[in-house]
């Protein structure tokens, strides 16, 4: 296999094949998903940085990598010896991947993006930045000819129908809800790229994106009908029956963007980045559609949780609760006693833990134990090889989630494995503080992510710290566990609406010595009216004890530690009955009243 460097240069022969000067290889695919399928994975594969997140950009002589907060470390870490250099977005300095390109460019020179993958608002961007000195973008095939070595084959795995007990909708009932959303925004067209979109509108599910249960597929809507581009032969007899009796025809994956060229009336809404250059393209090529630039109507439709998903949630957050009691008592027990542990082997009781239920079919996301000074690193995840022991002291981070077949949890629990340092005690506790701020805050309607993101970053804010990272995303149902438009950061630019679903996990990231967070899922709800308006507020609808033997119980205010005991009790009641005689005392222990 070739060494970073080689394929550098590999994309390099290339460029000089297209008489170009340099490529952008953003972390994306056709779908503009948020965790690429490996056969897509281009910026990892050329880079060596494995991140989710991140941006490669390559001239004849120079590359750069562009990671957010969350990878600052395992960046570092991965693109040492590389060549390539490693920008950090947000640091003072740090200049923007596009005006990096101009500068580093002659007037004049040929970029090349791949123009099944690239963003179109991706493109729309570069190009704005490029007209200053006459720089051109163009988007072949740049992958297919980059990438003719080590390449893993596109996904297909079964596709499957979530049934409309747990949905609470027909697929025919939310395509109406989309032709209706289409009229709203004045336009009859849809080209839906976002596999998240499909999935929420199709009922469909599959295995094609690693935890995440999506197939590989586009769905175009019009006034009179509803095609789904996906391989046939990976969808059952009967799910395509069904399919059809909800109004939705099957044509083969490839022929999204012929089916886009040969429609012969309509108003198209798209938006930019949701759809690829060369989809995006195709639209604008047909003179038959007028094209009206806006926001994909489905994702607000599939944020906002019906009765029924939030009902199923809530119960698979119960057994999501039960597998992290059962997860921490064995790994706490386990170092206890002196046997040996390591992160991976944490990682794995943990995935173990949530199959024990039936209802349990996949982890939402590679499931993240970073013991010490490796939770500082917000997207660590341990290897069998390389992982640290646990030792009985300090702390164990724990990071995961399970696919259920009624709902999609994420939470993270940072609990003591032994004595804790007075710094990580302080740490640990103005992390709660900031997590039971963000769970009990009330707000006006209309209020957006980015406006509470501020409560929550309080506590930390005036002791001079802060985490380089949202407090919160929005969670898919039976889907992304990373999925919006909603978010508690400060780019959160989404008003959050009752039934809308949103994490609550501020932190503390150390280099070299500690991690911590604390996380729950909160539903929006509303709260009540006033003269001044309509306000919403949060319930919390994780059960999973908060470890309070690391406290330092001063630094918490009367309600503060009024909220943790009742949510405590609410924990206890909730899962005991549920639990094993051991289990029940070891969380009655967990949820023993907090007391001064």
């Known amino acids: 296999m070739k060494t970073v460097p080689e394929r550098i240069e590999s994309l390099r022969s290339v460029l000089r094949a297209h008489g170009a000067q340099g490529c952008i290889l953003p972390t994306s695919d056709p779908h503009m998903s948020e965790y690429v399928p490996a056969h897509w994975a281009a910026r990892a594969y050329f880079s060596g940085f494995t991140g989710s997140a991140g941006t490669l950009c390559v001239t004849l002589d120079k590359a750069a990598l562009w990671a957010d907060g969350r990878y600052f470390v395992q960046a570092a870490h991965q693109l040492e010896g590389s060549g390539i250099e490693l920008m950090r977005i947000g640091v003072a300095g740090t200049p923007k991947f596009a005006d990096w390109m101009a500068e580093n460019l002659a007037d004049g020179a040929l970029v090349l993006a791949d123009g099944a993958t690239a963003p179109e608002a991706t493109c729309e961007q570069l190009e704005r930045v490029f007209a200053k000195k006459g720089i051109r973008l163009e988007c072949p095939d740049l992958l297919d000819e980059a990438w003719t070595e080590d390449r893993t084959p596109a996904p297909a795995t079964k596709a499957w129908l979530l049934d409309d007990a747990v949905a609470g909708r027909t697929a025919a009932e939310k395509l109406a809800d989309v032709r209706k959303a289409l009229a709203d925004a004045d336009a009859d067209t849809l080209v839906v790229s976002r596999l998240e979109s499909t999935a929420w509108l199709t009922n469909l599910r599959a295995d094609d994106i690693p935890h995440t249960p999506f197939a590989l597929a586009f769905t175009l809507v019009t ?44 108003t198209a809404l798209a938006e930019p980045a949701a759809l690829s250059r060369a989809l995006f393209a195709a639209l604008r090529e047909n003179s038959n559609i007028t094209v009206r630039t806006g926001r994909d109507p489905i994702l607000l439709l599939k944020a906002v949780k019906n009765e029924t998903e939030r009902e199923c949630l809530k119960r698979a957050h119960v057994r999501d609760g039960l597998a992290m009691v059962k997860y921490i008592k064995r790994v706490t027990d386990a170092v206890a006693a002196g046997e040996t542990l390591t992160e991976w082997d944490a990682s794995q009781m943990s995935d173990a833990a949530r199959r024990e239920a ?52 994420d939470i993270t629990r940072t609990f003591a494995l032994g004595p804790v340092t007075p710094d990580e005690r302080r740490w640990y506790t103005l992390v709660l503080k900031c997590h039971i701020a963000l769970a009990r805050a009330v707000f006006p309607e209309g209020t957006t992510g980015a406006q509470i993101d501020a409560i929550a970053r309080d506590t930390l804010w005036r002791q001079g710290l802060d985490y380089r990272c949202g407090t919160g995303h929005g969670v898919g149902f039976v889907g992304g566990v990373h999925e919006g438009p909603q978010n508690v950061s400060p780019r959160g630019k989404e008003p959050l609406r009752a039934g809308m679903i949103v994490t609550d996990e501020p932190g503390v990231y150390e280099e070299d010595l500690v991690g911590i967070r604390t996380e729950n899922e909160l539903l929006c709800r509303e709260w009540g009216e006033t003269e001044y308006g309509r306000y919403l507020c949060f319930d919390v609808i994780t059960v999973c004890p908060i470890d309070t033997k690391p406290l330092d119980v001063a630094l918490l205010t009367d309600d503060e530690l009024a909220w943790l005991n009742d949510y405590h009790k609410h924990v206890y009641e909730t899962l005991a009955p549920k639990c094993t005689d051991d289990e029940r005392a070891w969380l009655a222990a967990a949820c023993a009243e907090v007391v001064r």
């Open 223 to 266: 006034p009179e009908s509803a095609e789904l581009f996906i391989d046939a032969a990976r969808v059952p007899a009967d799910v395509q029956e069904k399919l059809t009796a909800q109004g939705f025809a099957i044509r083969p994956y490839g022929e999204a963007a012929a089916a886009v060229r040969a429609l012969e009336k309509g």
């Open 358 to 409: 039936p209802e349990c079919f996949d982890i939402s996301f590679t499931t993240i134990a970073a013991y010490g000074p490796n939770a500082a690193m917000m997207h660590y995840a341990p290897a069998p090889d390389t992982s640290a022991k646990l030792e009985p002291h300090g702390f164990l981070l724990t990071d995961c989630g399970g696919q259920y077949r009624d709902g999609t949890t």
